[in-house]
């Protein structure tokens, strides 16, 4: 939502124009969509795995107070950027290993 109202409050509709702000939103923006798809993706296996209800959604807040906290440093002074980071990048080791702890032996070895 910052990207779109910045373009309209600066009548961009391609590119960054020059402007500061727009280029940080931008790449928050990327950024997200790096990471979230994954992590997405880690949170439905985790819940196909089994894993306990309270186990998931612990760890989707998780991954959505991380990207709160890194869009928020990227946008304004507040320079929670690398916390941010670091929480999204946590969450991901976290649902990967889980993952993997979680799978059922009779799908991992069916051949």
Request: proline share 3%; glycine share 10%.
């Amino acid at each position: 939502m910052n990207v779109i109202q910045l373009r309209r409050s600066e009548k961009i509709s391609f590119g960054d124009g020059g402007i500061k702000e727009l280029q940080a939103a931008i790449a928050a923006h990327s950024n997200a969509s790096q990471y979230i798809p994954i992590a997405l993706l880690l949170l439905f296996g985790l819940e196909y795995n089994g894993a306990p209800s309270w186990l998931i959604h612990l760890l989707g807040i998780m991954l959505v107070a991380g990207r709160i906290i890194h869009a928020r440093g990227m946008t304004t002074v507040f320079s929670g950027r690398a916390l941010g980071m670091q929480i999204t990048i946590s969450a991901i080791i976290i649902l990967a290993s889980a993952n993997i702890l979680l799978l059922p032996a009779r799908q991992l070895f069916a051949f």
